[in-house]
């Protein structure tokens, strides 16, 4: 039997352990180099998600700002693009690979589980790739050159604080020892959720804020929106993804019972993807 004094000697998950557990968890930065955080810290990485998402948006965001100076703009886009796939190693790419592979070639909850957690990539995965990517790659195009990035740096963080939420609605489908990651994400309290909301949320609320008058110029400029108000677009910002989250995790929960890390992945990716297209339509 442990007394109080082997107890208290046992090494405790700092404050910072958290935030830097999901810094190393969803990126390729070696910071586990500097600190190594204890291994109940990566349980709680999703809480967390959309501050790394102020890391990886402001990446991409930088190097498309940057390098549109002195490359042409399409070129600038590939670019930022690339960017955060060397940062975060496709992680969530991985995922929606994955996603779409089971979903598509699975009958079944245990048949779409287990490809799901095959390392190999079919068809559906391989589509969905292409896909997803082509249709990033115009919608961030068809933006205005000079906002951009600031779309950018708001969509990341959101897309993840909404995708965020199928750890708190569903159990995991799987268990510790047949995860692929090895981790499985505990239940955030109710702290910790209005700390994903602030997370999520502040870069979209600053750069609406300052971005004001370019989002009524948007949609004056476009004859399908030109009818609507700065407030209706600025909702439909915080709507579309919003919606696409909520039927997604209806269909997860109709198909398998649960959420997997391959979920949130390919989850995120959509949500962003989705808030680009409803910028572009303003931008038509």
Known sequence: MQTSQNIS???RTRWYDRPWAAFIFFTRL???RIHQPLPDAYRSVVEW???VGWLTGGIMAGVLYFSSMFLPYTLAVLLAIVARLLLTGALHEDGLADFFDGFGGGTNQERILAIMKDSHIGTYGTLSLIMYMALLFFAICSLPPQYAPFFILAADPYAKMLTSQVVYILPYARDEQTAKSKVVYRKYNLWAGLSLTVQGLLPLALIIFF???ATKALCDYSPLTSHLSPLTSHLSLLITPALLIYFL???IKKHIGGYT???CGALFLMAELM????VSVYAL
Do not use: A, V
């Open 9 to 11: 000697d046992e090494p």
């Open 30 to 32: 070696p910071l586990w």
């Open 49 to 51: 998600w959309p501050l």
């Open 211 to 213: 971005l004001r008058s």
């Open 249 to 251: 995790i209806i269909y």
């Open 261 to 263: 890390g391959d979920c």
């Open 275 to 278: 808030f680009y297209l409803t």
